[in-house]
């Protein structure tokens, strides 16, 4: 089965419900323009993407998660920002082939407040 293939079955799941931040949306963009995908190409892509998911912003506050996130766990910046998107968003699953499959990544123990309190669950598809 390919990545593609994988992925859409990730996404059909009844109780899925995708959550991404503005970030997600940026390295989206900047990894087909690599690829020399057209200008109007990545947007009409970046809106099929928007339309089809939560869209979460980055805030001061998600950077504050991430740098704890960062300390606790060693993760890279971009992938804590990743993560701490996650843990404000209350999200149980995050799903990347860039991290540990099947890592939990515990919100109390960065001990920011109370709203970061989840656990999220990282999870490769491809694994």
Known sequence: MTKHNISKRWLETDDTVVVIST???NELYVTLAKY???????VA???EVSSQAE????SSR?????????NRYDFSYWDSLILATSLESGCALLISEDLSNKQVVDGSELQIDET????TT??????
Do not use: S, Y
Not at 36 to 42: E, N, T, Y
Not at 122 to 127: G, K, Q
């Open 23 to 25: 970030q997600v949306l």
């Open 36 to 42: 020399k995908i057209p200008h109007d190409k990545i």
């Open 116 to 119: 970061t309190n989840v656990r």
């Open 122 to 127: 990282i999870r490769n598809p491809f694994a």
């Open 45 to 47: 892509i970046i809106d």
């Open 62 to 70: 998600t950077v504050k998660i991430a740098l704890a996130v960062k």
């Open 55 to 58: 869209v979460v912003p980055v």
